[in-house]
């Protein structure tokens, strides 16, 4: 069993810095890749990054790519999202969640693909 906990959202101005944190706990943590999500109000939850369980093959889409890195310590069982230029559209819920599959290489990129989920912490950008 994982669980995940989620820090570090908060309410910051239009072209702003945020970092998150995601804590991992459970035996099989280090070995799962992690994914951040996010979900504004009335939308479908989005993909924010993926990072391999060794920290190895992140991967950004077009809506996040340049402006979010993330990153993982699995000495820290931490995983982060840094987030810079912020705008008011990634106003969200933004969920930290560890794969179902083991040791993969390319974590996936689908929302199924992970049986584990924290509770979310809340971004707002204000324009």
């Known amino acids: 069993q994982v669980q995940l906990v989620e820090s570090g959202g908060r309410l910051v101005q239009a072209g702003g810095s945020v970092k998150l944190s995601c804590v991992g706990s459970g035996r099989t943590f280090a070995e799962r890749g992690v994914a951040w999500f996010r979900q504004a109000l009335g939308q479908e939850r989005e993909l924010v990054a993926t990072i391999g369980w060794k920290g190895q093959n992140s991967y950004h889409p077009p809506t996040s790519k340049g402006r979010f890195t993330i990153s993982r310590d699995n000495a820290k069982r931490t995983v982060y999202l840094q987030m810079s230029s912020l705008r008011p559209e990634d106003t969200a819920v933004y969920y930290c969640?560890?794969?179902?599959?083991?040791?993969?290489?390319?974590?996936?990129?689908?929302?199924?693909?992970?049986?584990?989920w924290g509770q979310g912490t809340q971004v707002t950008v204000a324009s």
């Open positions: 969640a560890a794969s179902r599959s083991t040791y993969s290489l390319s974590p996936p990129v689908y929302s199924a693909d992970y049986d584990y």
